[in-house]
């Protein structure tokens, strides 16, 4: 564990910061586009708002552009569907779990039918994603959070052969304080390490993330600094919220988020609307079928 420690301290040099615009109020002009292309069908002028944010932030993450190949798609143009599946894959992306929960997003979908040129163009963006990813990952950050995630599951998996023995669980809540530490101080000095940071890599640090929030004062000390690395562009949405409803079901209460997998499928319409208000004021992407998909 002190090894750990030692690692993590290597990881204590400066990083720029995310751009300088609240991500969470940029999700929140867009999330309105994902619920018109998506329920209402509204292809054009959906394409027309991503632009207008496009042109207001200087950018448009890939999750969006996803979005935008989309709409071509479903238009009947393959040729800019494929031009914008390219681009997807050649900028960063901050939410890419909208490809989970929300099924036509997926590029396997997206991109069925198209011809050989059309396919290239994917293929390239693939290739740009895949050199983007070993370029902004840091071997001493994955070493690090690899290194969390194994001895998490290597001894909840011994606690989990025997729940009774205090053994197990002591040396179980021990790790969860040494990952616990690690990953405060992580943030604190090099921000989440969130797609911003590793690109397409950033689940891996999932499991540390949602154990850590069985610790009450963990959860109360860090929900302010999560939150705020949302709006700083280096925690996504999703990752906060999934986090948040982590806590909720240790402490049997009400899904936030309704991120988790298969706890509820039964809202009523009152719980629905306040799960779509907590959803939007986080900027996480809410449509009618995502809610209770998984």
Known sequence: MKRLITIASVLCISFVQAQSFDHIVYKQAVCPIYKQALQKRIFQESI???????TKYGMLYGEDY?????????????????????QACSVPSFDMRVQWYIQDLDLGYISE??????????D????????NYQAKNPDSLIAVIDSMTYWD?????????????KQFQDQLDSMN??????????????????????????????????HSAGNEEFYQRMKPVFLNEVKIGNMSPWM?????????????????YNTQVGFKNDFTESELKEISKNRFEIGLVDVEYSLSKF
């Not at 996803?66 to 390219?86: H, P, Q, T």
């Not at 906060?240 to 936030?256: G, I, N, R």
């Open 113 to 122: 039918g198209f011809n050989e040129q059309n396919m290239k163009l994917k």
């Open 48 to 54: 027309d708002q991503l632009n207008a944010v496009k």
């Open 177 to 210: 304080r040494v990952n616990e530490k690690l990953l405060e101080e992580m943030v604190r000095r090099i921000g989440f390490p969130g797609e911003k940071r590793l690109q397409l890599g950033e689940f891996c640090i999932w499991y540390v993330l949602v």
């Open 153 to 165: 599951q290597f001894y909840r998996n011994q606690w989990h052969t025997n729940p009774d023995n």
């Open 66 to 86: 996803v979005l935008m190949s989309y709409c071509y798609k479903e238009m009947g143009n393959d040729s800019l569907a494929a031009i914008y599946v390219k």
């Open 240 to 256: 906060y919220a999934s986090w948040v409803d982590q806590y909720h079901f240790y402490k049997e209460l009400p899904t936030m």
């Open 124 to 131: 390239e963006g693939f290739e740009i994603s895949w050199k």
